[in-house]
């Protein structure tokens, strides 16, 4: 990516103004990690986000609401009940990359290895845009496809917000790599609502090893109304994806890959299983 | 000569260049650049092989603010080899500046120099070539069909010593020997195998890439400062490639960042040199990641066929290695890596009747080069492994079975007099040897007794504990030369001047508490000056083990020849014999306790007082034989039966490398190749499509461990002492890579039954072998 101008604004009506005016020119930037991923050609001019009162995470009912510019830094070091974030944060890259990048730029542009997709998928996030006026879209909308496609016309994404996993609730993630700061292989996420011995609902997602996040919809079927048992879930998550088309890594299979995403599926669904009976009511 | 008393040796004194690379002070090549150099960049093949039909350099001469294109068209044709090693060079002189075929994607086809990288760039875009593709030779095996394209087919492609060099068949060298018959050995036995190893390619990852710079100094000479091992080999590669006569060369050698055998290569000299010569403006070339991994130099893969046979008790009685190597597109280094992998695995293990034969075949490859190990890396991996299996058909302890047969003071091994570099070896029996106590520590802090058979292991992660043993050399016996000179300041403190090349081994400390510990002063009152053509004597450089047990004799000789001097000196000013002083803590007593001088009153004496002189010397050393460092390494690791995700939980290395004159870097070598080796065990590979060009090229996808994925490491040093070493030493700095592969094959096996041949060892290959015993 080639900057070669820079703009500072400080109010976000300033700042969706400068990009309704520059057009296709214009790069809204926060973190600005991941320009190095994107191949230099046309001139851009950067917009800065980390003006705009975009950061700061606030507890709201039975959600989290998070600013799009929030460090995943800041993510990793918040600790309540019902928080989970941290736990995804935690195994994003190394910690100068936690420090730098943001929520929003990690899933405005999502890349094959980006980590919070999956998370936001599983926890049933919504996402708040603004344009010309504030719109809020599910998790599974905002990823249907590529979310750079929402931003073309200057939009910004604002806030996020994160359902607080509470009383009979329990969330899993799972990322397997090869080395500590590697890009994921499979990355599982996973919530499990519990009533009682059963399974009230199950959403699990998955990234990386597919081509995009996706939810696992034969998965959620094969749960929803059942008795939980740690035999269930992992059984779920392998007979369950078979649909799914997968990606070759790092010099291993396709058809390795799916297996290492269905068994770490399967871990995430135990682990959620676990703080779901945890936070039993 | 005393053992032990050591009073600056074997101490972690203060690493010489610490502080001003703590602070980041400018030391590196890149720091000295002018404000009026060029940059240069290089227009690299897209094809793996190609001819140029034809080249426009036109548009791209004529772009504003380009001063120099060259190509083969316009640089003299001269072939010559890459490899700085001693002349004439084992290795083939296949390689031009600039050639009209192209071997591999990365082959070097133009170069630009420019006034900023931006216009370099587009300058090498605008160059316009013409290429006919060839068809590639991807594998070992494309190369040694019959009717496989020649990868070498031009006349001047050729051997400039006299060993077999065969580039019509794609073969870049052989070697051989064979003691006893293995075959007629194996025929008998009752304890025998016959198995098939491969093992990958893999790049050095220097965090400093390959970087050079040039200038026409004011006497018109060409002054290249570079990152290299070798500065002597790069003045007389770079001459020999421009043509140009060696006297006008001088090569400066500033701090490096890191090497690992990558720049034993005189890889960007010839070309950076000649754009200066050219443009007579300083040029500054900085290869990127991406070329550092493509167009640099790599391990050489190899093919590798092990032969094992037990007597009934369970002796060995033979073993048997030949190793197919791919040496990529040149043969640099082909010749003496390929043999390595026998020379330095094979005298290891005492056995009646011994194999052994090297093959380095061409390929339309990235080119191998010397990487940390050098062949015995390749090889310890099969033999290692083997020695595991061999040992569970006995039905003996694999430690046991090692213990019983490897190699002890005193004896000695055919294979040493057998294969040296290019020529016969150089007969040796082993001086000191602490493999025994290596292995004794080693197993110790690993836990083997509790080590149990992977049958009876049960549950989704399951542990197992694997071993090998090691060796390597000290330096290239009868052909490593190094040298050193001392002078003494008027305060007492000395210059120490070496062609020896520290690469960030930290060497300069390593060879000034030689000098300290032999005149009788302390390190910090050394001031060394290394690695420049004009100012410091020769050096072959720093690669095969060599600089401490090579070059530190040197030092030790030149330290004693100074000693010498200075008790003549104080012998005068105190009207005493010689031999009635001595030195200790930089002074000069007399025995009787009637008085001292310090090292200053010495040196104020010789320099103004009466018979003045410089005391000085300057000393020479070849060694006669390569002491092998052994070791023994230990691994646990930590399977999942589920993907076959691997961890290693615990890394054990007990390395007797001699006196550790500084043991804190001694064992950071050890950690730093251990470290090196498990990465290239579990997750470095290179990646190619079908065309052969490299998939992987940052270290985004090719994965290096950091410190984040270091497991519980223990490191021993083992001490013995080398009689034949300066103050007992021996080498230390390439042995620790070769364990990581053999070590963590047999732990895989110990914890799941999965016998690995193939590396790297990854999540899916574990897990294919657990499927296959499932079924
Ligand atoms: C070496 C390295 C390794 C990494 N490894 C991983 C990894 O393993 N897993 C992982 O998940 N991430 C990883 N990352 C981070 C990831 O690749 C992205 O770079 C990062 O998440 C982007 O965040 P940012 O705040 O820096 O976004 P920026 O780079 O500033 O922006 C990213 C994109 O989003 C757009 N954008 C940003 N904010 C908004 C907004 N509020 N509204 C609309 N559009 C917006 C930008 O225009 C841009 O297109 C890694 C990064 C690096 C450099």
Known sequence: MKITDFKIPTRLDEALAALRDLGPAALPVAGATSLVFIPEDQPMTAVDLNRLGLDGIRRDGDAFRIGAATRVAALQKRHEPGWVLDRVALTLSSQQIRNESTLGGNICRVF??????????????????????????????????????????????????????????????????????????????????????????????????????????????????????????????????????????????AEYIGRLAAVTLGDALVEAWAQAKEQAS | MAKKNFKVVNQPVKKLDALPLALGKPLFVADFKPADALYAKLLWSPHAHAIIKSIDISAAEKMPGVHCVLYHGNVPRIAHTTAGQGFPEPSPYDTFMFDRKVRYVGDRVAAVAAETPEIAEAAVKAIKVEYERLEPVLSIEAALKEGSPVIHDEPEARAVIPVPYEPKKNIAARVGMDVGNVEQAMAGAPYKLDNSYYIHMAQHCPIEPHVTMAHVNAEGRLVIRTSTQVPFHARRIAAQTMDIPVQQVRVIKPRIGGGFGAKQEVLLEDVVGMLAWRSRRPVLLMYTREEEFVSSRTRHPERIRVRLAADPEGTLTAVGLDCISNTGAYGAHALTVVCNSGSKVLPLYRAPNVHFTGTAVYTNLPVGGAYRGYGATQAAFAVESAVDELAEQIGVDPLVLRSNHHIRSGETSPVFAALGEGKAGVEQAIGSCGLDKCIRLGAKAIGWKKRGDWRKKKGRYRRGIGMCCLMQGSSIPEIDMGAASLKMNEDGSFNLLMGATDLGTGSDTVLAQIAAEAIGTTSDKILVYSSDTDMTPFDVGAYASSTTYLTGNAVLDAGLKIKKQILGVAAEMMEKKPADLEIRDAQVFARDGSGSVTFQDVALHSLYA?????????????????????????????????????????????????????????????????????????????????????????????????MRDKPEMVTILVPTYEKTGPFGAKSVSEIGINGPCPAIANAIYNAVGVRLREAPFTPEKIWRGLQQHNA
């Open chain 1, 112 to 253: 094959p290895w980006s980590d919070f997709p999956a998370a936001l998928l599983a926890l049933g996030a919504g996402l708040v845009i603004r344009g010309a006026q504030e719109k809020e879209m599910t998790a599974d909308e905002f990823f249907s496809s590529q979310p750079a496609r929402l931003f073309r016309g200057g939009d910004l994404l604002t806030h996020i917000r994160v359902p607080a996993v509470g009383a009979g609730a329990g969330f899993g993630y799972k990322k397997v790599r090869q080395t500590a700061t590697g890009f994921s292989l499979a990355t599982a996420a996973a919530c499990l609502q519990l009533d009682g011995g059963g399974i009230r609902s199950a959403r699990a997602a998955l990234s990386a090893a597919v081509p995009f996040p996706a939810r696992c919809a034969a998965v959620e079927a094969a749960l929803a109304g059942k008795k939980a048992s740690e035999g269930l879930l992992r059984e779920a998550a392998l007979n369950g994806l078979s649909g799914l088309k997968f990606k070759e890594a790092e010099g291993m299979s």
């Open chain 2, 610 to 706: 009466a018979n003045q002189f410089q005391i000085a010397a300057i000393s020479s050393h070849i060694s006669h034989k390569s002491p092998p460092p052994f070791a023994a390494h230990f691994a646990e690791v930590e399977v999942d039966t589920e993907t076959g995700l691997i961890r290693v939980v615990k890394y054990v290395a007990a390395t007797d490398c001699g006196t550790a004159i500084h043991p804190k870097l001694a064992e950071g070598q050890v950690e730093g190749a251990v470290m090196n080796g498990i990465c290239y065990a579990l997750t470095e590979q290179y990646l190619f499509n079908s065309a052969g060009r490299m998939l992987n090229d940052s270290f985004l996808h090719y994965k290096i461990y950091s």
